[in-house]
């Protein structure tokens, strides 16, 4: 019998699903631990930058169904990748945690507002219960989804940051309780520890969810690339359907400059077609009877008839999707450094505060005879409230506040804590050829002319004849000519031959700009030589004829970028090793690679294929950073434990990115390099700073003598220590704290203002 879903659809063993209400790493390593445990899951990967799990499962001995179950028993919330409803959920999640974290602000502005009322002397007697009250409205209500996350870990043994806040806030609650009807315990003071550990707690929870409230929209944007409907000629008959009726086998007419609607092969017509989505390269490609087109790509000259050959799930698009998505699932999960220290933090707190109890009652009951149990109580609750990691989560955000102001000023965003973290660590970076190493668009390189013929005047001809074309090789002409100063001829009798070239009438002469075929022409075994060279060396050559004879020839190619070259040196100083990783042919390929300093390259790579190279990579222990920009990159960019988009690409590469280079300026990446070593330094300086005050804080409290209006100061202060750390004396400029305010990777106020000036 064939197991099915919760939606009634057949079992694959395979379930990939976006997870709502992840924190940090430690829920995605909560997560992994409790699914992991199931029996019949054979493996579990979650990624935290994007929300996304991958459980591979036997799905006779476990549904999907059961496992969605358990990850909303924790307290997460499911959502589906490729629906627009999931934005909106997301959404919905970011205002619920505003609407939380306002509501238990207002009440600790309250408390605070009594506590200075209660130190400055004024004391009445409903001061305890309104700070109950307050307490109760902040843990029970604001904080409930907490709450309910914690018992759910704790049922299953997790212990986690969520669990560290509800001990903390429930021993202040209880140090309260006994303070109602105990009056030597500072009732007040244990209720204002409970409200200021549960509000910073929803403070961070709320930041945690803003920056990745921006979803990736990477996959809806591929689907739309797809036309929604098709022409389909059906018995001589032209009628127009929707994509989802379309069939393998029919036929679909695509005119020029339209995008081609399905995967097929030319069964007539000929045309040049724009497959940079596929291959990243700019120059199109051919395309005539027999040959593939790809749904999504652009027709541009001529009208052609495509006989359908994959539709829905099977199509190249819905393909790069799964690509996307399940290298979302499979980057490889990163533990932040902070989590780290908190996974033997939190059960380290927990077991101090029992000893403290226990010391005070049955060891002092064993040693004097007689149990302390006041001092047992306060101690226990003292290091439950002292234990509680305000500076140690705070470490990490703003040593990426800082560092993301410092990356903007340099036309970087950081979009992701990983970013910060693994960057200084990386050893391999992966670049895309077209766009990335190389300007992205086709120039002309070389003008040859045969003996006794001007470079000026066969380029006002060639360009002559190429202006009215929109091929990106026409226009790579005219826009040389123009660059010259050469006044454009008007043209007569103009051709294009799809595939060939073009020709016309100028000035009384008969030009082709093309293939040397289109005509019998005198001269061509003088530049043959000179020709075979420029293409040998990666350029398209397009040959000019005048009146039969040949006047020369033009050399078109993707100019690598200037800096190029010093960038990739600039890498190998920093002891990165860069390799290229290209869709397009190997010759090419390793032209550009000699030009910029690459030894390693891997040449007509699809877009899986790149995904898969990545993860060779990471399997065989490399840091791998991978830099691209165009449709073909994304699922490397997901894949790769650095994602680096060039700015001016597309936006499904920026939407799959963990950095984003402003514009076009290659040389950033050893600048994001360094900015993000210097963060990442800085925030174990702040961990190291925040430690000490709860390494020394909660030994303290085990005495019973820390009274929690100390602990609250304490974790105040410790707060302020890694603040300055951060930010030094300009911590307390009104500009630091918009810059707190502001999104990670947003443009800085300083990146903004030079962009006025540039604009």
Not at 66 to 79: A, C, M, N, S
Not at 293 to 298: C, D, F, L, T
Not at 315 to 330: G, H, I, M, N
Not at 389 to 407: E, V, Y
């Amino acid at each position: 019998m064939t197991a099915t879903d919760e939606a009634g659809e057949p079992d694959s063993g395979r379930l990939q699903v976006t997870i709502g209400g992840m924190h940090c790493s430690f829920c995605a390593h909560t997560i992994e631990r409790a699914v992991g445990r199931m029996d019949g899951v054979e493996q579990v990967s979650v990624s935290l930058a994007h929300e996304e799990a991958l459980v591979v499962h036997d799905p006779q001995r476990v549904r999907a169904g059961q496992v969605r179950e358990l990850l909303r028993d924790l307290g997460y919330t499911i959502r589906d990748p490729r629906k627009v409803a999931a934005l909106a959920e997301a959404e919905a999640e970011l205002a619920e945690a505003r609407w939380r974290l306002a509501a238990a602000a207002a009440a600790t502005a309250i408390a605070s507002w009594l506590m200075l009322l209660m130190l400055a002397g004024y004391h009445f007697a409903l001061l305890p219960w309104i700070m109950l009250a307050l307490a109760i409205q902040v843990v029970f209500v604001a904080s409930w989804p907490f709450l309910r996350m914690a018992v759910a870990s704790l049922r299953r043994g997790i212990l986690n940051q969520h669990v560290l806040m509800v001990v903390g806030a429930l021993g202040g609650i209880a140090g309260g309780l006994i303070g109602l009807v105990e009056p030597t315990f500072p009732a007040a003071h244990f209720l204002g520890a409970a409200i200021f550990i549960a509000t910073y707690h929803l403070l961070s929870s709320f930041v945690s969810i803003k920056v990745r409230a921006r979803s990736s929209e990477a996959v809806r944007k591929l689907l739309n690339l797809q036309p929604p409907v098709a022409r389909v000629v059906r018995d001589g008959t032209e009628q127009e359907l929707s994509i989802d009726d379309v069939a393998v086998g029919d036929l679909v007419r695509v005119r020029p400059g339209e995008a081609i609607p399905v995967d097929g092969l030319v069964a007539g017509g000929a045309s040049s077609v724009d497959t940079s989505m596929v291959t990243g390269e700019p120059i199109p490609e051919e395309k005539t009877s027999g040959d593939e087109v790809i749904g999504g790509s652009v027709n541009q000259t001529g009208t052609l008839l495509v006989e359908v050959s994959r539709t829905g799930g099977d199509s190249f698009l819905a393909t790069v999707v799964r690509y996307v998505e399940e290298a979302r699932a499979l980057k490889p999960g990163l533990l932040a450094l902070v989590d780290r220290i908190l996974r033997v933090f939190v059960p380290a707190v927990l077991l101090i505060a029992a000893s403290a109890l226990l010391w005070w009652t049955l060891g002092a009951w064993l040693v004097t005879g007689s149990a302390d149990v006041r001092r047992g109580v306060f101690a226990a609750l003292a290091v439950g409230v002292m234990g509680y990691p305000c500076a140690l989560g705070m470490a990490t955000p703003l040593a990426m506040i800082r560092g993301g102001g410092a990356a903007a000023e340099r036309g970087i965003l950081m979009r992701s804590a990983d970013a910060f973290q693994v960057f200084g660590r990386i050893d391999t970076v992966v670049l895309d050829k077209t766009g990335t190493l190389t300007q992205g668009a086709p120039r002309v390189t070389s003008v040859v002319t045969a003996a006794g013929r001007d470079e000026h005047e066969m380029l006002r001809l060639a360009a002559a004849v190429e202006d009215p074309s929109e091929h990106p090789l026409a226009r790579a002409i005219v826009t040389r000519a123009e660059a010259d100063d050469i006044d454009i001829a008007e043209v007569r009798d103009f051709q294009a031959r799809v595939g060939e070239g073009v020709s016309g009438s100028v000035a009384g002469h008969r030009v082709i700009v093309g293939k040397a075929s289109l005509a019998a022409a005198d001269g061509l075994d003088e530049l043959s030589a000179r020709v075979a060279d420029l293409e040998a060396s990666a350029h398209t050559v397009v040959m000019v004829l005048v009146d039969d004879t040949v006047w020369g020839a033009i050399a078109i190619a993707d100019p690598v970028k200037f800096e190029a070259a010093d960038t990739i040196a600039a890498l190998r100083e920093r002891g990165i090793d860069p390799l290229m990783l290209t869709g397009d042919n190997q010759r090419t390929a390793t032209a550009v690679a000699e030009q910029v300093g690459i030894s390693t390259v891997h040449a007509g790579v699809r877009p899986d294929g790149k995904a898969e190279q990545v993860r060779a990579l990471q399997a065989a222990g490399h840091r791998v950073a991978m830099v691209g920009d165009g449709i073909n990159d994304a699922p490397a960019l997901m894949q790769a434990d650095i994602g680096i988009a060039i700015g001016a690409g597309t936006d499904i590469a920026i939407e799959s990115s963990d950095v984003i280079l402003i514009g076009h300026r290659l040389a950033a990446v050893a600048d994001a390099f360094d900015v993000a070593r210097d963060s990442y330094r800085r925030t174990k300086q702040n961990l190291a700073l925040a430690f000490a005050f709860n390494g020394i804080g909660v030994p303290l409290a085990t005495t019973g003598l820390v009274h929690p209006a100390w602990a609250m100061l304490a974790m105040a202060t410790s707060v302020t220590v890694v603040l300055l750390n951060s930010f030094g004396l300009a911590a307390l400029s009104p500009r630091a704290w918009r810059r707190f305010a502001t999104p990670i990777g947003a443009p800085s106020d300083h990146h903004r203002d030079s962009q006025g000036a540039h604009a």
